[in-house]
C-alpha cells in the first residue's frame, strides 16, 4: 500500500509537512479510533479511509490556510498513486 508525504517552503525553508497511509482491511489503526467502525469500512480496502500520520505547520505560517491545502494535495496525491 502506498504511503505519501508532502511539504511546504518558502524562500528554502521548510513550513509545514504532511504525511499518512490508506487503511487497508488488515490495519490494527481501526482499533485506535475513539468510535467502533463497522465491518464494511474495516474491509473497504484503503480506497476512502486515510491515516494521517503528521499534518504540521510552524507557528509563524499558522492561519494562512497551509494545512487545509496540505490535506488536499496529499490526498490528490494519494488518489492518482491508488488508480
Known amino acids: 500500500m502506498p ?16 504525511y499518512g497511509h490508506p487503511l487497508g482491511p488488515g490495519t490494527g489503526r481501526w482499533d485506535e479510533l475513539a468510535e467502533p467502525v463497522s465491518a ?22 499558522r492561519g494562512r490556510g497551509l ?5 488536499e494535495v496529499l490526498l490528490d496525491v494519494m488518489l492518482l498513486e491508488l488508480r
Open 67 to 71: 494545512v487545509r491545502r496540505l490535506h
Open 3 to 18: 504511503t505519501g508525504g508532502d511539504s511546504f517552503c518558502e524562500g528554502g525553508e521548510p513550513v509545514g509537512m504532511a
Open 40 to 61: 464494511d469500512m474495516r474491509r473497504e480496502g484503503g480506497q476512502l479511509a486515510f491515516w494521517f500520520m503528521e499534518l504540521v505547520v510552524r507557528g509563524p505560517w
